[in-house]
């Protein structure tokens, strides 16, 4: 039996890891397999792999990869790019991901906040169904309102992070 290589033995703890890490995604309720090609990409160290690379790493069909993409494409977790060229799709993690998901829930949560002053026109502020939708409103614009300062205390902690990392890197050497 051949042993693997490094690099392999690598590949295969990455893919072990993104395998563990989409199961844990799709136990709080993400779609199991754009949780899998979500994972895949988090492993990468280029964060970008094209759908015949993430069909051959998930072992999964062109069709289901393709959904995949597009369910966190619509997320705005994942973007499209061509190179120069190619007639290959690349799938690529954005940027601050996490926090354009954060961002993409606060415009949900807007829209929501405007229905709820719809429907206590509609039932009335002096209804008991009215107050409902008052409380429910209120909260949504307080998660709202919160959710605006832990982005902003996100990328302070980041950025002292990030210096932080790059301090150690050059004591280091």
């Excluded at 989409?22 to 492993?43: D, H, K, N, Q, Y």
């Excluded at 190179?83 to 415009?107: A, F, I, N």
Aim: hydrophobic residues 40%; glycine residues 6%.
């Amino acid at each position: 039996m051949a042993r693997l290589t490094e690099r392999e033995d690598d590949d295969q703890a990455r893919l072990g890891f993104a395998e563990r890490l989409a199961g844990e995604l799709a136990a709080v309720g993400f779609p199991r397999m754009p949780a899998r090609v979500l994972s895949a990409l988090l492993v990468t160290d280029a964060g970008r792999l094209t759908s015949a690379e993430l069909s051959e790493q998930l072992q999964a069909s062109t069709a289901a990869i393709s959904g995949a993409v597009r369910y966190l494409e619509q997320l705005n977790l994942i973007g499209r790019e061509r190179e120069p060229g190619s007639r290959r799709d690349h799938y690529r993690l954005y940027d601050d991901l996490w926090v354009s998901t954060v961002r993409m829930r606060d415009q949900s949560l807007l829209r929501l906040i405007d229905r709820f002053k719809e429907g206590v026109t509609v039932v009335g502020p002096d209804t008991l169904a009215g107050e409902r939708m008052v409380e429910t409103m209120d909260f949504y614009a307080f998660i709202n309102e919160e959710s605006n300062l832990l982005v902003e205390r996100w990328r302070e902690r980041r950025a002292k992070l990030q210096a932080s990392r790059a301090s150690q890197a050059v004591e280091s050497d």
